[in-house]
């Protein structure tokens, strides 16, 4: 196979084929495939690079990394609505597009991290679950209390439930966590052409 060089992808005059190949690439998408070309070329390993699959994979990590941070955004409302249940679930997807970034992109590492977060948030959640859980068995044993005329209790077990909704929440996040998802999700779609 001939020697290839980053001049022939990305020639200062003309365009190659490459490039408009990149063109159709977001702008996240098309820094990824520039990362793997330039690390190949440090590496002596641009000859071998099957230029295709370095479109394709740059294309579907960048997707993917967008649908996780969507859903990222979508799993912090949940849970701020107090949802844990769907939050967690939105998580597990999250965790999924991840895989696809850090089978597929440029920076694993970076990918891992992200995934290693997601457990994280997936623990959070399930403990949030668990006092939301707990709070309302209170909150029903509360009622139970107050009609039956025990009114201490009730107070008793109200205060309880409502300390739980406390737990949950600080669990499951908030309104910092929404803007702080909403703050990630910010991949440019645009079209640009690399050169160099």
Known sequence: MAARTLDDLFPTEGTSDFQIQMASLSDGAQQ????????????GTLADLDLDAVISNARDADES???????????????????YDKARE?????????KEVEEKGDDPLEAQLAIRDAD????????ADYHQEIADDKAEAAVDAAEAGEFETAEDLADDAADEVEVAADYGGGGD??????????????VDTYST
């Open 32 to 43: 990824s495939a520039r990362n793997v070309l330039e690390q190949a070329a440090a590496d």
């Open 90 to 98: 939105l998580s597990d997807k999250a965790e999924y597009e991840l």
């Open 177 to 190: 966590e929404i803007e702080d998802a909403e703050n990630a999700d910010s991949y440019d779609e645009g």
């Open 120 to 127: 994280y948030d997936q623990m959070d959640l399930d403990n």
């Open 65 to 83: 990394r967008e649908n996780a941070e969507d859903l990222q955004v979508d799993q912090a409302k949940a849970a701020a609505d107090g949802d």
